[in-house]
């Protein structure tokens, strides 16, 4: 006898576990949930006897596992429209930073900014993922670039996580960019994000893994080691910013330091890729940063797909390079730009996007012992999760096992 708060009912399931049917789809399901945990998933058929204090009848609609946005910037202050009507009208990046726009404007913005406004209108982004599915995102620091800005910004991430409905996991990003008042002295910068923010935030509880820029333009391999020697020291996991622009040892990085993920990852070479493969580095593919960026050259899906790289889709939503706030439209776009299957870009969007922040055991498939999180969709097959662009497709939400 199974003693469960809620059964559902009447669906459709896409458990999304591995070596089964496509999708691990179950044509006719129940779930048992207790205490915010799956008791039980399976065919109607074989459901077990029970006892359900709620049963929700869902009408054959689809169950997904919840969907996981794993890279996001979803707390800063300001926007940076104008910039983008500067760049369609013939700017380039560079001259815009020169006048005081790009990072440096918003990490202005975000300097200035109160916690409470901070987690105002990072909850206003927020809803275009949740309506889209998210019961699970990762927010970085990395727009405060000092110590008092980068603390505020991982304490809203936090108050976002007890607060808004949603399960929360951050990423320290105190190497992003050089702030305009360090950049006659890089190494002391570098020192600080290092030696001083960073532990602070840890002390403080705030941190769930550290995040890193490595590219030409941004932080070298070397000051990236550096920062990833000092999260292990901290137990902490760490992740990265690797390959976006060029080929800057990123990924070999990671695989090194057995990273949770190395993300973007369009100019990875083959040897990048063998080392992620060796370190057991999650692929995260940014389609929305590609798109906004006019990019040409795309990750190298073939040879993640020959070396057993696993793949997740997240919609890296910020304010320059990637305001994009529909995780159903970074799955279209992933299917699109990059030709993932559909099943590859939702298992992007839940089973691998759950390894990429370290829950793969936690959620991101529809397994008994996992937490209830739940996307319920208006669709007659799960493809229709990549197929559509801007149609509303989502009936409801459950987070560990209450409706949402």
């Not at 910037?73 to 500067?86: I, N």
């Not at 000051?223 to 070999?252: I, N």
């Not at 190298?300 to 304010?319: E, K, S, W, Y």
Request: glycine share 12%.
């Amino acid at each position: 006898m199974i003693r469960a708060d809620r059964l559902i009912t009447d669906c459709r399931l896409a458990t999304l576990v591995e070596g089964g049917a496509a999708y691990g789809a179950i044509e006719d399901g129940a779930i048992l949930i207790r205490d915010g945990r799956i008791a039980w998933v399976g065919a109607l058929a074989d459901l077990p006897e029970h006892t359900a204090e709620e049963t929700d009848r869902l009408g054959g609609r689809w169950v997904t596992p919840g969907l996981i946005d794993c890279h996001t910037h979803l707390v800063f202050g300001g926007d940076r429209s104008g910039e983008f009507e500067q760049r369609l009208k013939g700017a380039t990046y560079e001259e815009i930073a020169r006048a005081g726009g790009g990072i440096v404007s918003t990490m202005a913005a975000t300097r200035a900014a109160s916690e409470d406004e901070l987690y105002a209108s990072a909850v206003g982004r927020l809803a275009g993922l949740t309506a889209t599915g998210v019961t699970t995102v990762e927010i970085k620091s990395g727009y405060g670039l000092d110590r008092e800005t980068e603390l505020k910004m991982l304490r809203v991430a936090r108050r976002i996580g007890r607060e808004a409905g949603v399960r929360v996991r951050t990423s320290y990003l105190g190497l992003h960019a050089v702030p305009p008042e360090h950049r006659a002295d890089r190494a002391a910068y570098v020192d600080l994000a290092i030696d001083d923010i960073l532990p602070a935030a840890d002390a403080e509880g705030l941190v769930d893994a550290v995040d890193a820029y490595c590219e030409p333009i941004a932080f070298t391999v070397e000051e990236t080691a550096r920062l990833f020697d000092r999260a292990r020291a901290l137990g902490l996991p760490v992740k990265l910013h690797a390959d976006q622009l060029s080929d800057g040892g990123g990924a070999a990085l990671a695989g090194r330091y057995g990273a949770l993920s190395a993300d973007h990852v369009e100019h990875t070479t083959e040897a990048g890729v063998r080392a992620m493969a060796e370190g057991g580095v999650v692929a995260v593919l940014l389609p929305g940063a590609y798109l906004m960026l006019r990019e040409t050259t795309p990750p190298p899906i073939d040879l993640f797909r020959a070396h057993g790289v696993r793949m997740a889709v997240a919609t890296d939503c910020n304010p320059g390079t990637s305001p994009v706030a529909s995780m159903t439209a970074a799955i279209t776009l992933a299917c699109v730009q990059f030709r993932l299957t559909p099943e590859e870009a939702l298992a992007g969007a839940t089973r691998q996007a759950a390894r990429a922040l370290g829950l793969g055991e936690e959620i991101g498939t529809l397994e008994a012992g996992k937490a209830a999180d739940l996307a319920v969709w208006d669709i007659g097959r799960p493809a229709e999760l990549a197929y559509w662009l801007g149609k509303p497709l989502l009936h409801r939400t459950y987070v560990a096992g209450a409706r949402r």
